[in-house]
């Protein structure tokens, strides 16, 4: 089955030690997307990609990174951790062709820092 | 600013029929989505809507009024598998998704 892909599921890490999250898809769509999404909140984009054309949201913190090494892969790399950012990221693809254009979801990474 | 608005909770029973609204105010309108969530899952699509009126799949139907930027999500013979947040969600002129945070919905025996 077609399907977008997050690893690790739950992640640990240390307050300032960096870490990454990856997302992969079989869907062959060319955007893909990173949410952070906190408790009862609002899933909060912070960057997207339109084929390689990279977008940073304006409140993105420096803090977070993005690599897109090709269509299937998508990398967020979080330099120094705070405990603020101890949530749900979720990444998300879309087709710009597609009927609805819709977001099909990853199941998620839930980063905890320590 | 954009803003979607939604109940933070509602409860409902389980075989009865619950309708979530959804208020929005964003730059421009190209579409507006409804995605299910269960807790500690990530959303799934339920519904889109860009016409006015209503679309029906199964036991979910979606209603939009572009004109008082307003829509719901009517959920009919309600099954415990139903509890979950629903989250709508506005595609605006700059075709971006703004999200609301959600309703959590919770079905009783």
């Known amino acids: 089955d077609a399907m977008v892909i997050q690893n690790p599921r739950y992640q640990v890490t240390q307050f300032g030690k960096p870490v990454t999250l990856s997302c992969s898809q079989t869907l062959n769509h060319n955007v893909m997307y990173w949410y952070q999404q906190k408790s009862s909140q609002a899933p909060k984009l912070l960057f997207h990609y339109y084929d390689k054309d990279f977008n940073n949201e304006a409140d993105t913190p420096d803090n977070f990174q993005s690599r897109r090494p090709n269509t299937s892969f998508c990398f967020l790399d979080i330099r120094s951790p705070g405990l603020g950012d101890a949530a749900m990221y979720l990444c998300?693809?879309?087709?710009?062709?597609?009927?609805?254009?819709?977001?099909?979801f990853g199941p998620g990474t839930r980063l905890t820092v320590l | 600013g954009q803003n979607i608005d939604q109940p933070t909770e509602m409860t409902a029973t389980e075989g009865a029929i619950v309708q979530i609204n959804c208020t929005y105010q964003?730059?421009?309108?190209?579409?507006l989505f409804w995605y299910q969530q269960h807790a500690g899952e990530a959303p799934t699509f339920l519904s889109y809507n860009v016409l006015d009126g209503l679309e029906e799949k199964g036991r979910f139907s979606s209603f939009l009024s572009r004109s008082k930027g307003y829509s719901y999500l009517l959920l009919k013979e309600l099954q415990m598998k139903d509890s979950a947040s629903y989250l709508c969600a506005v595609r605006d002129s700059n075709y971006q998704l703004i999200w609301g945070a959600g309703t959590k919905l919770i079905i009783k025996p």
């Open positions: 964003t730059s421009g309108f190209n579409g």
């Open positions: 998300a693809t879309s087709a710009s062709t597609g009927a609805y254009n819709e977001q099909f």
